[in-house]
């Protein structure tokens, strides 16, 4: 298990796939944040609430030139059948041999039932559009976390240039 980056360390760069098999890379969303965020398995109650959650402030984060990624060890196809049953609007990746749920700290020992067992701690990283791990939430509780990410966002927005939300209007939900 590799350890969780902390805040301002760069971020892992990645190449993996997205739900259509098209490579995905760090390097695709220069000069825009991403939210880059591990959960468990499509389909299952917690997650689908996490995607639907962020798809529904999909709109938001992207006035913010922001970009949403879900990564799990799920298949493109499982993630395909996924977005389609809840109408996502996020991307997902692919991660089957977790080489990028490692390198961000993810793939833990868990416990469930008395059992101990290896993976996927649901945790999300705030990248900057530096590459620059600008916020972390290594141990995510589901309800409510898309909104906490969007008030991030908008908090490190407004420090970095406060003219940026006044031009994008009043965001607040």
Same mark, same amino acid.
């Given at each position: 298990?590799?350890?969780?980056?902390?805040?301002?360390?760069?971020?892992?760069?990645?190449?993996?796939? /997205?739900?259509?098999?098209? @490579?995905? $890379? !760090?390097?695709?969303?220069?000069?825009?944040?991403? &939210?880059?965020?591990?959960?468990?398995?499509?389909?299952?109650?917690?997650?689908?609430?996490?995607?639907?959650?962020?798809?529904?402030?999909?709109?938001?984060?992207?006035?913010?030139?922001?970009?949403?990624?879900?990564?799990?060890?799920?298949?493109?196809?499982?993630?395909?059948?996924?977005? /389609?049953?809840?109408?996502? @609007?996020? $991307? !997902?990746?692919?991660?089957?041999?977790?080489?990028? &749920?490692?390198?961000?700290?993810?793939?833990?020992?868990?416990?469930?039932?008395?059992?101990?067992?290896?993976?996927?701690?649901?945790?999300?990283?705030?990248?900057?559009?530096?590459?620059?791990?600008?916020?972390?939430?290594?141990?995510?509780?589901?309800?409510?976390?898309?909104?906490?990410?969007?008030?991030?966002?908008?908090?490190?927005?407004?420090?970095?240039?406060?003219?940026?939300?006044?031009?994008?209007?009043?965001?607040?939900?």
């Amino acid at each position: 298990m590799s350890n969780i980056p902390e805040v301002g360390q760069p971020a892992p760069d990645f190449s993996t796939p /997205d739900q259509n098999d098209n @490579s995905v $890379t !760090l390097d695709d969303f220069s000069g825009k944040w991403v &939210i880059l965020y591990f959960y468990p398995k499509d389909d299952t109650s917690g997650c689908t609430t996490e995607a639907k959650d962020f798809t529904q402030l999909y709109q938001d984060f992207s006035t913010l030139n922001a970009v949403i990624l879900g990564v799990s060890p799920d298949s493109g196809k499982a993630h395909c059948k996924f977005i /389609d049953k809840h109408n996502l @609007s996020i $991307t !997902l990746l692919s991660d089957l041999e977790h080489h990028l &749920i490692e390198n961000y700290g993810a793939w833990r020992l868990k416990k469930f039932m008395g059992k101990e067992y290896m993976g996927v701690a649901r945790s999300t990283f705030l990248i900057s559009p530096e590459k620059i791990i600008a916020y972390a939430w290594p141990n995510v509780k589901t309800k409510g976390h898309a909104q906490q990410v969007l008030t991030k966002l908008r908090e490190l927005c407004e420090q970095q240039d406060p003219r940026l939300l006044k031009e994008v209007g009043d965001l607040s939900l």
